[in-house]
């Protein structure tokens, strides 16, 4: 089986809208090493990071970070190690003023 290391996912999404950052390839597993948030801007602002198995609708129990305060011109950085599957989806929103001045970033690797 082999192994891709990569940028999974990089977005500047719309402030306010649920948006998706990464979907999983079909036939394909995913471990996703890390996420970093950037508020770029001059605002303190919130982010949301959920991820929907076989990309269904987003449910409560969907998230992993909801509405954590980043501060304006601040970085999240995490090492979360999610395993993923084929069609699941890594959604992010970010909130706020500021909300589409935030850049979002997956990283990790496909195991196909």
């Given at each position: 089986?082999p192994t891709?290391y ?7 999404p719309?402030?306010?809208?649920e948006?998706d ?8 597993s995913?471990v ?5 948030i950037?508020?770029?801007s001059?605002?303190?602002g919130?982010?949301?990071v ?7 609708a987003t ?5 992993i ?8 011109k601040?970085?999240f950085?995490?090492?979360v ?5 084929a ?16 850049s ?5 690797s496909?195991l196909?």
């Open positions: 089986m891709t990569k940028v999974l996912g990089q977005i500047t719309a402030g306010v809208t948006t950052l990464y979907t999983v390839p079909a036939a394909t995913t996703a090493s890390s996420i970093i950037c508020n770029r001059l605002y303190t919130t982010f949301r959920s991820i929907s198995v076989g990309g269904g449910a409560n129990k969907d998230y970070y909801y509405d954590v305060i980043i501060l304006s601040d970085t950085i995490a090492t190690g999610l395993t993923l599957a069609t699941d989806v890594v959604r992010v929103y970010s909130g706020g003023i500021g909300g589409d001045h935030f979002f970033s997956l990283y990790g496909e196909t």
